[in-house]
């Protein structure tokens, strides 16, 4: 995957957690309805029950919709970790190049010596 498609992929991600994450705060919130009686206790409607129900329900997906996106971000590091690691192996070639560098760099250092020390 290329560089313009991972950092795609990552908007797309970072965009679908924090949707997520500010669904999943907004319907967690359950709110109190129905009046307090003497001892402080709240009687609550059928209504209310069924609101935090389907409120429980949002909040499930929204976290496993959560789960997912870190799931997948979680496999995108680990494709931009295995083409790092990829690019750093060396291939056949430059081994050959590196051997031709540090005789090259043998060459100048030993003329360094004849020039500078005598």
Do not use: F
């Amino acid at each position: 995957m290329s560089d313009r498609g991972l950092l795609e992929q990552l908007n797309r991600i970072t965009d679908t957690l924090s949707r997520s994450l500010a669904n999943l705060v907004k319907n967690s919130s359950i709110s109190k309805e129905g009046d307090e009686d003497e001892h402080g206790n709240y009687n609550t409607p059928e209504s209310a029950a069924r609101t935090s129900t389907s409120g429980l329900m949002l909040v499930n997906a929204q976290t496993a919709q959560l789960i997912r996106g870190i799931q997948d971000l979680m496999v995108m590091t680990r494709t931009i970790r295995e083409k790092w690691l990829l690019t750093q192996i060396p291939d056949e070639n430059d081994e050959s190049q590196l051997e031709l560098d540090y005789k090259k760099c043998s060459q100048l250092l030993e003329q360094w010596e004849k020039e500078v020390l005598g």
